[in-house]
């Protein structure tokens, strides 16, 4: 372990670091690997806990790594600190992916990155809602004239397209941090309305059309209930 370090990126920098290695132990690896698993990939072998401090700022991190089974393919992550991102439920692959990309290019301080990946973001849910002839401009339209995404999804989901054009054509444009934050958080909105939340409220529906059907109706109730004497 003497020298040892991982590359990773400190936030209080706010610029990659070889976070130098101080303490390792073993032990299971943790659920956020395991979300992390490829399909064919049954599980994570033990996992190797690092605590590493980045040379700079002195900042500390906690760092896990494992291998999967059966193919020994290399997983890591940051535990701490913990990034202020959350993983948006019932994504597709493609646009899961795209998300999570465009989350690393910002947790690692490349903003114009972050932004183009955003706009792929866009891309791949109108893809897979069908949605695939036209330019993205003509495409969003198409989702929101047929209801899939509210007018104000819309000017949000149109405003991070055209963000999107300037930050991968213009070569001299700057991308701020706050551009940044802004562009993910736009997005998730999207995806938690276009994915999570309508799940939910179908789920949410379903469940109180079947408690309304297992409820005795009043009639069948009265029919039941013991004649009173008189």
Same mark, same amino acid.
């Given at each position: 372990?003497? !020298?040892?370090?991982?590359?990773?990126?400190?936030?209080?920098?706010?610029?990659?670091?070889?976070?130098?290695?101080?303490?390792?132990?073993?032990? /299971?690896?943790?659920?956020?690997?395991? $979300?992390?698993?490829? +399909?064919?990939? $049954?599980?994570?072998?033990?996992?190797?806990?690092?605590? *590493?401090?980045? +040379?700079?700022?002195?900042?500390?991190?906690?760092?896990?790594?494992?291998?999967?089974?059966?193919?020994?393919?290399?997983?890591?992550?940051?535990?701490?600190?913990?990034?202020?991102?959350?993983?948006?439920?019932?994504?597709?692959?493609?646009?899961?992916?795209?998300?999570?990309?465009?989350?690393?290019?910002?947790? /690692?301080? !490349?903003?114009?990155?972050?932004?183009?990946?955003?706009?792929?973001?866009?891309?791949?849910?109108? /893809?897979?809602?069908?949605?695939?002839?036209?330019?993205?401009?003509?495409?969003?339209? /198409?989702?929101?004239?047929?209801?899939?995404?509210?007018?104000?999804?819309?000017?949000?989901?149109?405003?991070?397209?055209?963000?999107? !054009?300037?930050?991968?054509?213009?070569?001299?444009?700057?991308?701020?941090?706050? $551009?940044?934050?802004?562009?993910?958080?736009?997005?998730?909105?999207?995806?938690?309305?276009?994915?999570?939340?309508?799940?939910?409220?179908?789920?949410?529906?379903?469940?109180?059309?079947?408690?309304?059907?297992?409820?005795?109706?009043?009639?069948?109730?009265?029919? $039941? *209930?013991?004649?009173?004497?008189?």
């Amino acid at each position: 372990m003497a !020298n040892e370090s991982i590359e990773g990126f400190c936030p209080e920098c706010n610029r990659m670091s070889e976070l130098q290695v101080r303490s390792q132990a073993r032990a /299971t690896a943790p659920r956020q690997l395991f $979300d992390q698993l490829d +399909p064919g990939e $049954d599980g994570l072998r033990i996992a190797c806990y690092s605590i *590493a401090f980045c +040379p700079k700022c002195e900042g500390v991190f906690l760092h896990v790594a494992a291998t999967s089974e059966p193919s020994d393919l290399p997983y890591e992550a940051i535990l701490f600190p913990t990034s202020n991102r959350r993983d948006v439920s019932g994504l597709p692959e493609s646009v899961r992916r795209t998300f999570r990309s465009a989350q690393s290019c910002f947790d /690692t301080g !490349n903003f114009k990155p972050c932004v183009v990946m955003c706009r792929k973001c866009l891309e791949a849910v109108c /893809t897979f809602l069908g949605v695939k002839d036209g330019s993205l401009a003509v495409r969003l339209r /198409t989702l929101r004239d047929s209801g899939r995404i509210e007018a104000k999804l819309y000017e949000w989901a149109d405003e991070l397209r055209l963000v999107g !054009n300037d930050a991968a054509h213009d070569l001299d444009i700057q991308i701020s941090k706050q $551009d940044a934050v802004d562009s993910i958080d736009f997005v998730e909105a999207i995806l938690l309305y276009v994915f999570a939340l309508d799940q939910r409220f179908r789920d949410f529906r379903a469940r109180r059309v079947e408690a309304k059907q297992q409820r005795p109706s009043n009639k069948a109730m009265q029919t $039941d *209930a013991p004649l009173a004497r008189r």
